[in-house]
Every structure is written in structure tokens, then in C-alpha cells.
Nanobody
Framework: VQLQASGGGLVQAGGSLRLSCTASGRTFSSYVMGWFRQAPGKEREFVAAVNWSGGSTSYADSVKGRFTISSDNAKNTVYLQMNNLKPEDTAVFYC????????????????WGQGTQVTVSS
């Protein structure tokens, strides 16, 4: 399983970015895709997850109402639309995959992509 994340960058507070994660290497219909982030000096934390049908999503409280996760089955790609970004959102964002159908469990991810840096200036 290969996961390729992209879309990070530098944005001012209040701005928006869209991250993409393209999966390859197998059929992902029974997988859940998640986004995690790690800020300098902090532990990696869960951000959002979605199953491939799009019928199950979950979000960290800190991003609810600002971030939206979605999946495009035809492109094997998951997106994280991030609006109203705050300086505290600055982190390396990672996409990950685990077997399952519900987006609720935030642990158990077996496959990880490389990170993409998101920097939000004040």
C-alpha cells in the first residue's frame, strides 16, 4: 500500500488549503482513510477520517466545522479541505489507512504516507 500526500503550503490565518492523499497498491473499498498531524514538540494527533463510501466520517473536536474530509473512489484519492486555518493548525500532516468500515476508531492505522507541511502565519 502506497499513500502519497500533497497540498501543503504556507497560508495566512483565515485562509484555506486542500490536502490530497492518493492511494495505490490494492483495492481500498474496505479501508478507512485518515489524516493525522504532528506539530513541533507535540505528539501526532488524529484530525479526520472517512471510509471509501463516504458514508462514515469523524473529526477531532479542534477541527470540526472548519475541516471537511471526502473521498473520490474513481481517483483513489482522499481530500482534506481546511478552511479558516489558525496558527495552531501548523503541523506536518500525514495520511494513513486501516482496514475497516467505520471512521470512528482513531487508532489501528497500518499504512502511512509521507507528511506534507502546513504552515499558518498569524
Amino acid at each position: 500500500v502506497q499513500l502519497q500526500a500533497s497540498g501543503g503550503g504556507l497560508v495566512q490565518a483565515g485562509g484555506s488549503l486542500r490536502l490530497s492523499c492518493t492511494a495505490s497498491g490494492r483495492t481500498f473499498s474496505s479501508y478507512v482513510m485518515g489524516w493525522f498531524r504532528q506539530a513541533p514538540g507535540k505528539e501526532r494527533e488524529f484530525v479526520a477520517a472517512v471510509n471509501w463510501s463516504g458514508g462514515s466520517t469523524s473529526y477531532a473536536d479542534s477541527v470540526k466545522g472548519r475541516f471537511t474530509i471526502s473521498s473520490d473512489n474513481a481517483k483513489n484519492t482522499v481530500y482534506l479541505q481546511m478552511n479558516n486555518l489558525k496558527p495552531e493548525d501548523t503541523a506536518v500532516f500525514y495520511c494513513a489507512a486501516r482496514y475497516g468500515t467505520s471512521a470512528l476508531p482513531t487508532q489501528g492505522y497500518q499504512h502511512w504516507g509521507q507528511g506534507t507541511q502546513v504552515t499558518v502565519s498569524s
